[in-house]
């Protein structure tokens, strides 16, 4: 809900970097080429770009310089390859390394410099890509974008926050041979979707450190003989693991036993009153397994606790302090502002000024924003009203919005200085002090990577932050009844959407929609968000009042029983592999550790499967449950 106004700022530095800096050094450098037993690797000295020889394949893989501003200096063959690059733009003098791993099919480039970094670094140069190949973008749960696409935007996403991308990588394949990126330093780090002549690509860049250069930034470049995007996310897996993200929802069961209340579990957003009524109606119809999202009274919480597989939970935010002094012209204060955090706990911008966060509407109809909490000191402010709370209010559950939404931001008040690096630490020590200190099963919006070992569901993983309804964080009760043409494309295109989320961490956090983006949202597509929800095994949201329940009663039980039972038996598996069954993408189909197959049909005609069993049109046929 906060991803525009980010959206604008990075677009701006998108066009910084493809300012022309001067052309090419005046005595062009030599080429240099390494090599192990998979993979041969040029660096050509007239710009810069790589050009990668599989040995096993003898495919070809060339980089092209499409940002300008890169000079190469001198390169030669030390420890791998090893360049002196000036940045025009900056004046920043960069060494640049390529290192091979071993005999892997795998190298790392490593860019150092020192000093001030006005401007970011677009480094190293994408790798162009052929016709019939796409784009695998981890955006949210994930997408894919062919690469002849025309009408696929420019765009920059960050790689620190969940309005960007949520993992650490980027690739490109044609479904047979595939190359990817993993970005290694990714706290400061970007990727654009840019052209290289006509076709998509994408391409690495980089943000200064508060002002400056600072650390080593590394990206590594891996290369497949055989494999798709499900080679990219298994190899992708092994690095989470590596670098201690990877904890399965197994092992936070172990440590917490009502993270087994969500699992499987609808996620249900309703304002009524009679809440514990609305449950108990929602059981008796057959929608058993329910997270009730909504705060209640004490009597409330306590009634639901006692229910069978009913998670009890409430939102809470540690990001927007309101100017006191704007009380008056509200039409109402939010209870869960800090507000004593104004002004002395507020985050600054490089300039001085605060940083402005959610915009409220006034009684005039004009928005006055916020203040942005400094992340260094929200766990103060967590640490004053949750614990006290439960000793009246017996939630199990608890939601923190916009923690691992909103970017990883810098703080230039001397009180509390961040960098980052520095604002992620502390916003992932506010989410473990509310599951592990306060034993709670804790969500957050949208969703990263960097919370894994300390959440157990994200709202929002499941919905794609570019392609929702218009205000979708502000008009959540809004029932849609049209359909705009981004939301059908992409938001629920079977030919755009890649399960990428669910490959890596299926089995350590639960994916749901967006609380603007529910299943019921648009009725139109009702159907085919269940398709999707059973597909990845994941639950669905639900959104209404008592009326809509009332009204659409039996469509919600259907949408529970067609997605439910799934995420409940592949909950704490791994998917182990998504298949495309026809060329337009129509059926596919999804394989999980315990046995468990999922095959749906999108299109508009039956399918037979090699085993002679027929998927109907929007149809799913499951094996192993």
Not at 7 to 12: A, M, R
Not at 47 to 61: A, C
Not at 445 to 455: D, I, L, N, R
Not at 534 to 549: E, H, I, Q, S, V
């Amino acid at each position: 809900m906060r991803w525009r106004r980010s959206f604008y700022l990075n677009l701006s530095l998108v066009l910084a970097l493809l300012i022309d800096g001067g052309g090419q050094a005046a005595d062009e450098a030599k080429d240099v080429t390494i090599r192990n037993a998979a993979l041969a690797v040029t660096f050509r000295g007239a710009d810069g770009t790589l050009s990668v020889e599989d040995l096993r394949t003898q495919r070809r893989w060339e980089q092209r310089a499409i940002a300008k501003g890169i000079e190469v200096v001198s390169v030669e063959a030390k420890d791998g390859i090893r360049a002196t690059l000036r940045h025009a733009p900056s004046k920043l003098e960069i060494t640049a390394t390529v290192q091979l791993d071993g005999d892997k099919p795998e190298f790392v480039v490593a860019l150092s410099a020192k000093g001030k970094m006005p401007n970011p670094v677009a480094y190293p140069h994408p790798f162009v890509t052929e016709k019939g190949s796409y784009l695998v973008v981890p955006m949210n749960e994930g997408i894919s974008y062919p690469v002849e696409d025309e009408t696929i935007k420019p765009m920059r996403l960050i790689a620190y926050g969940g309005h960007g991308i949520c993992m650490g990588f980027w690739g490109a394949t044609d479904g047979k041979q595939a190359m990817m990126a993993i970005i290694e330093t990714p706290d400061d780090a970007g990727v654009r979707v840019a052209r290289a002549g006509d076709l998509l690509c994408l391409a690495p860049d980089w943000e200064s450190q508060r002002g400056e250069w600072g650390y080593e930034r590394r990206l590594r470049y891996v290369f497949f003989d055989k494999g798709d995007h499900v080679a990219m996310c298994k190899r992708y897996r092994g690095h989470a693991k590596q670098i201690g993200l990877f904890k399965t929802l197994e092992q936070k069961r172990r440590e917490n036993p009502n993270v087994d209340l969500l699992v499987g579990a609808v996620n249900v957003w309703c304002w009524e009153r009679d809440a514990v009524g609305i449950a108990k109606e929602m059981q008796a119809a057959g929608i058993e397994r329910i997270l009730w999202s909504n705060r209640q009274g004490p009597d409330g919480i306590r009634a639901m606790n006692a229910m069978p597989m009913v998670l009890t939970s409430r939102y809470d935010i540690y990001q927007d302090v309101m100017n006191p002094e704007n009380f008056k012209l509200l039409r109402g204060v939010h209870s869960d502002w800090p507000t004593e955090a104004w002004p002395k706990d507020i985050m600054l911008d490089a300039k001085g000024d605060w940083r402005r966060g959610w915009e409220v509407t006034a009684r005039d109809g004009s928005r006055i924003p916020c203040g942005v909490l400094c992340d260094m000191r929200a766990l103060d402010y967590a640490k004053k009203r949750i614990p006290p709370e439960l000793q009246t209010h017996d939630y199990r559950c608890r939601f923190i919005d916009t923690t691992t939404a909103s970017p990883w931001r810098e703080c230039y008040n001397p009180d509390h200085p961040m960098t980052r690096s520095e604002s992620k630490k502390w916003k992932m020590e506010l989410l473990r002090f509310v599951s592990e200190d306060m034993k709670l099963v804790t969500g957050s919006e949208t969703g990263h990577e960097a919370s894994v070992p300390y959440v157990h569901y994200f709202e929002g993983m499941l919905s794609l932050g570019y392609y929702r309804v218009p205000d979708a964080g502000r008009r959540m009760q809004e029932i849609w009844e049209t359909v705009p043409e981004n939301v059908a494309k992409f938001q629920v295109g079977q030919r755009y959407r890649l399960p990428l989320w669910e490959l890596v961490y299926h089995d350590c956090v639960v994916a749901q929609w967006y609380w603007g983006d529910y299943n019921n949202k648009l009725p139109a597509l009702w159907d085919k968000r269940d398709l999707f929800n059973a597909l990845y095994g994941t639950p669905p949201m639900f959104m209404f009042n008592r009326k809509f329940w009332e009204s659409n009663k039996e469509r919600f039980v259907q949408s529970y029983r067609a997605t439910c039972p799934i995420a409940r038996a592949t909950g704490y598996s791994e998917m182990t592999d998504h298949r495309f069954l026809t060329p337009d993408r129509d059926v596919q189909q999804t394989v999980f550790a315990n046995g468990v197959t999922v095959t749906v049909n999108f299109g508009e005609k039956p399918f037979k499967m090699a085993d002679g069993t027929e998927v109907k049109a929007m149809g799913c046929v499951v094996k192993g449950m």
